[in-house]
């Protein structure tokens, strides 16, 4: 997810590319200041989208998924 801004006449892109499996789940807080996704790759991190960082990440005993 490429996320830019514009600071000082040059533009500044981040992409978030962590997890090296599918993504089976996201969830964000209300006012989308934090993202947290799972992976099939056994993970869980989470986002702090507003400064565009992984602020956690997790790694599960488990596959997560919707049952």
Do not use: C, R, W
């Not at 993202?35 to 056994?42: E, I, N, R, W």
């Amino acid at each position: 997810m490429p996320v830019s801004h514009l600071q000082g006449g040059i533009e500044f892109v981040k992409t978030f590319k962590s997890h090296l499996g599918d993504i089976t789940g996201m969830a964000a807080d209300l006012d989308g200041a934090f993202l947290a996704t799972t992976s099939d790759d056994k993970s869980l991190k989470i986002y702090n989208v507003l400064a565009f960082d992984m602020i956690n990440m997790m790694k599960l005993p488990f596959v997560p998924g919707v049952q």
